[in-house]
């Protein structure tokens, strides 16, 4: 696709699925073979949230997935704490320029080791605008093994642009879609009742509403707080509500 045919069809794709297959197939347009894409809600000054929370999307092999996420590299990765401090994009050769200043921590060592065992050593990395202090959204582009990072740098020089475009296009798309974790998704009738609590409801509204027991709503709602990890039914309606899981549209 072109750039207007592509942010055509992101204006109007209906699921995360659908988005991320066409934005990979995009970007290995350009010689991007391999992305994650990385969202939270839940940032502090200390910690990225639960990782159970994050909106991740990513091609990468089971095993690197595997040793970057799941063994907590990324914690660690060079880009993305320059993603933490900076928006826009960043060419991987930074990391190497602070390399030879030896301006790099143990443990930054060990995940470019560990991306140089998996071929992963050539690309860019975009970090988008934050609309609250509590998000931050980035996205990895790694370069097809066996090309340099002066030739990456060379296909960001002419088309950069029109990536960056696409990039920032397919996050404020992502934002809008419903996401839930695996270990998040709430079940159809946790979703109906925390819809009627956001509108006001009683839990007698709500019985009544959903041809339900008192107690059957209250079992409802307990098991939704403890699929989303939180304490009170106020907080599972907002955070269900930041992840597009209220109100579904069913396609």
Do not use: C
Request: charged share 20%; net charge negative; hydrophobic share 40%.
């Amino acid at each position: 696709m072109d750039l207007r045919e592509y942010l055509h069809f992101v204006t109007n794709v209906q699921s995360l699925e659908e988005l991320w297959d066409a934005h990979t197939r995009q970007m290995n347009h350009y010689g991007f073979d391999r992305l994650i894409y990385g969202y939270t809600r839940y940032r502090t000054g200390t910690s990225l949230g639960d990782p159970d929370d994050f909106i991740v999307l990513s091609n990468h092999s089971a095993e690197y997935l595997q040793g970057f996420l799941h063994e907590g590299l990324y914690f660690h990765a060079p880009m993305l704490h320059w993603a933490l401090d900076h928006e826009g994009a960043s060419s991987w050769a930074t990391l190497a320029n602070r390399f030879q200043d030896g301006n790099l921590t143990p443990e930054e060592l060990k995940v470019m080791e560990f991306n140089l065992k998996m071929q992963v050593t050539a690309g860019y990395t975009v970090s988008f605008r934050s609309v609250s202090i509590r998000s931050k959204g980035a996205i990895s582009l790694a370069g097809r093994h066996g090309l340099t990072q002066h030739e990456i740098d060379q296909t960001w020089a002419e088309h950069g642009d029109d990536i960056l475009l696409m990039n920032n296009f397919a996050h404020l798309k992502i934002l809008t879609l419903p996401f839930s974790a695996p270990s998040r998704a709430l079940t159809k009738r946790q979703r109906e009742a925390l819809e009627w609590v956001g509108d006001g409801k009683t839990t007698q509204d709500i019985a009544l509403l959903m041809g339900l027991t008192s107690a059957t709503v209250e079992k409802h709602l307990r098991l939704a707080r403890e699929s989303l990890s939180v304490e009170t039914t106020a907080q599972a309606v907002l955070k269900a509500a930041l992840q597009n899981q209220m109100f579904v549209v069913e396609t």
